[in-house]
């Protein structure tokens, strides 16, 4: 399973942005049981991705990113390349379509 680091800190996440290439952030809270739910299915689907790298980020513990990345739910998932956002998925994610649409970006990048 894809390795998950956990983000504490706001210079933590610029850190591990500025060091990936292709950065996918996971924004959830601790009360969240749809962020619970939501995280094991994402790693599971990063594994066929081995570029991206994936990142936890507890809002509770740093807020700024929520004003960085302009965060009004969670759980928030943001696909980032070369400090860019490519992607974007909030609380309700179709797994399928999100999918479909990181293999079409991928593709892209890697060629």
């Keep these: 399973m894809i390795k998950l680091n956990e983000l504490t800190a706001m210079q933590m996440v610029e850190e591990f942005l500025e060091n990936h290439e ?4 996971y924004v959830s809270t601790p009360e969240c049981s749809t962020c619970h739910a939501i995280l094991p299915k994402l790693r599971e689907l990063l594994d066929d991705y081995p570029l991206i790298h994936l990142g936890h980020i507890d809002i509770t513990k740093v807020e700024e990113v929520a004003e960085k990345f302009l965060i009004l739910t969670a759980p928030i998932m943001l696909l980032i390349i070369d400090q860019k956002e490519y992607l974007r998925e ?6 399928n ?8 970006i991928y593709e892209m990048y890697i060629q």
């Excluded at 292709?22 to 952030?25: A, G, H, P, Q, T």
């Excluded at 379509?97 to 079409?104: Q, T």
């Design 90 to 95: 909030d609380r309700f994610v179709r797994f």
């Design 97 to 104: 379509i999100l999918e479909e649409k990181l293999g079409k």
């Design 22 to 25: 292709m950065s996918f952030l």
